[in-house]
């Protein structure tokens, strides 16, 4: 069965940091591209960055480009998403998604899933 499980979400204030966190298992993550997407409320879904697999490129939305970075860390079958100088326009639920194969990644129609985790940007 395939899972992906986020954790690491919640409130925080504008100009801090968070490090949400996907634990994937029931697929080959190693071979698998990684996203991060994201909904604000009334608002449709957005991909935040994605990271491949190989040489691990990894891309971003103009809106988070120098404030948010992916990484993987594929002893532990999980991906991260790290984010910094949080503002309000962040706030949204943070799903994790993946595509196997991983050699490319950004727009595509991911195979695999999170639930979602709520992060707030607010004073």
């Known amino acids: 069965e395939v899972q992906l499980v986020e954790s690491g979400g919640g409130l925080v204030q504008p100009g801090g940091s968070l490090r949400l966190s996907c634990a994937a298992s029931?697929?080959?993550?190693?071979?698998?591209?990684m996203s991060w997407v994201r909904q604000a409320p009334g608002k449709g879904r957005e991909e935040v960055g994605c990271?491949?697999?190989?040489?691990?490129?990894?891309y971003y939305a103009s809106a988070v480009k120098d404030r948010f970075s992916i990484s993987r860390d594929t002893s532990k079958n999980t991906a991260y998403l790290h984010m910094t100088n949080l503002n309000p326009e962040d706030t949204g639920v943070y799903s994790c998604?993946?595509?196997?194969?991983?050699?490319?990644?950004?727009?595509?129609?991911?195979?695999?899933w999170g639930q979602g985790i709520q992060v707030t940007v607010s004073s």
């Open positions: 990271i491949t697999t190989g040489d691990g490129s990894a």
């Open positions: 998604a993946g595509i196997t194969p991983g050699y490319v990644c950004w727009g595509y129609e991911y195979q695999y």
């Open positions: 029931g697929f080959t993550f190693s071979s698998s591209a």
